[in-house]
């Protein structure tokens, strides 16, 4: 019998997002649930094109869809192979629904925002290790969200050897 969570997964095409996606599959998502991939723009070269789902986000975006280079494009999202081999794996190994959406915006308050209008049971966001200096001049997304978010955040984090600075 399936779980039926709803489990978000901040995604930003990073290393440490893919290794945050590849986390959840591998060791939280089971049969039933959906997960949630959720990709933040900060800014778009075509700003009109989105004034339509600035405040809300795309709409939710099938897996069939997601992992179509043309209709990513649309979102001025390069499609990455890597997480859709990853997504892949997760609907036909794990039975799991896949579904993606976007938001414009700051990354800290718009995964918030997704949080609150998917009704997430958790989200999985990963961490790029950031020095203790560079975190206080930029800030930190995983950070504002653990501490800001109203479901558990799961914060996976690249093993010590692979940190990178930057």
């Known amino acids: 019998m399936g779980k039926d969570r709803r489990i978000g ?5 990073s290393k440490s997002s893919k290794l945050a996606l590849k986390w959840a599959i591998d060791n939280l998502v089971a049969a039933g649930d959906t997960l949630h991939i959720i ?62 959406k976007v938001y414009w915006g700051d990354a800290r308050e718009k995964v918030l925002q997704a949080v609150e209008d998917l009704k997430l049971d958790s989200l999985v966001m990963g961490s790029r290790g950031l020095s203790g200096i560079k975190r206080i001049l930029l800030g930190s997304v995983t950070s504002y969200v653990v501490t800001s978010a109203t479901c558990p955040v799961t914060v996976v984090k690249i093993p010590a050897a692979r940190v990178i600075e930057g």
């Open 9 to 13: 997964i901040a995604v930003d095409f």
């Open 39 to 100: 990709h933040v723009k900060t800014s778009s070269a075509d700003e009109t094109r989105n004034l339509l789902w600035a405040s809300s986000g795309s709409p939710l975006i099938p897996l069939s869809e997601f992992r179509a280079p043309e209709v990513m494009k649309q979102y001025q999202i390069q499609t990455d192979y890597e997480v859709i081999d990853l997504c892949d794996i997760a609907a036909t190994q794990r039975e799991v629904t896949i579904v993606a």
